[in-house]
C-alpha cells in the first residue's frame, strides 16, 4: 500500500484548484470586515485560485422594491470581481439565504440575477414552500452550518446537501457531528468553508475546496458540487475526502 505522503500528493496533483467557497465582504454582509477591493489580494496571497461570494441574502424590511435589493447585493459582488483582474483570482457568484422563518442559513451555488430574484421573492414564504415551488436544475441548494447554537436542521427532503465544514473561529458548527449527519442522511454533497469574514486573525486560507478543473461561474460550481469531483482541504495540510 503507499504511503500516505504519496496519497496525498496524489491526491493534490488530481485536485490541484483552490476554492474559497463561503466568503463575505461588506457592506452587504454587515458582519464582515472584508471590502470587496480587498478579498481578492487578500486570498491570492494564499495561494486560491476562485473565491464564491457568498454574503448574506437577506429581505429589506424597509420596503425595499427587490430591483433594488438585487442590486445592492450584487454590487460586491461585482466590485470584488473588478478587482480580482489585477490578480487573476476568479470571483463566482453565490448565496446564503435567510429566509424570515428562522435563523437558518443556506447555500446556493448556481445562482444569476434572474434566480436570485426568485429567491429573493420567496424569502418571506419559508423554506419548505420556496424548494417545493421554485425549480432550479441547474443551482445546489445546501444548508449552512446546520448545527450551530440557535439553529434548527432543516427537512433533508429540501436540501441537495449540507456544509459540514464550516471553519468560522468564533462559532461552533459541530463539523464532526455534521459530517455523521450527513453520512447518516446519504446526503450526495457535503461542502467546505472558511465562512471568510475577518483578514487579520489568521482566519483568511484555513481551508479550501480542491478541483480537478477551475469554474468559469457559479453554475460550473454546482455542477462540481453534483458531481463528487473534489476534496477538502483543511489547515493546508490535511486532506478529507467528504
Known sequence: ??????????????????????????PVSGCSHIWPEEMP???RN??????????????????????????????????TKEAAKECGLRVILGAELRFTENAN?????????????????????????FRKEVELPDSVFLQA?????????????????????????????RVATAAKYAAEHHFPIQTVGTDLHEKAEGHEGICALRTAELPENSFDIARILRSGEYIFEIGEENIVLP
Open 1 to 26: 500500500m503507499p504511503a500516505y505522503s504519496t496519497i496525498k500528493q496524489q491526491l493534490l496533483q488530481q485536485y490541484p484548484y483552490r476554492i474559497e467557497l463561503h466568503a463575505h465582504t461588506c
Open 41 to 43: 489580494e487578500l486570498l
Open 46 to 79: 494564499k495561494g486560491f485560485d476562485a473565491v464564491v461570494i457568498t454574503n448574506h441574502f437577506v429581505f429589506h424590511t424597509d420596503g425595499t422594491p427587490a430591483e433594488e435589493a438585487l442590486d445592492f447585493y450584487l454590487n460586491d459582488y461585482e466590485k
Open 105 to 129: 442559513d443556506y447555500l446556493i451555488f448556481g445562482v444569476d440575477r434572474e434566480i436570485l430574484l426568485q429567491c429573493y421573492e420567496y424569502l418571506t414564504k419559508g423554506v419548505e414552500r
Open 145 to 173: 452550518h446546520p448545527f450551530r447554537d440557535g439553529l434548527t436542521r432543516a427537512n433533508p427532503e429540501l436540501l441537495d446537501g449540507i456544509e459540514t465544514f464550516n471553519m468560522h473561529p468564533h462559532h461552533n458548527s
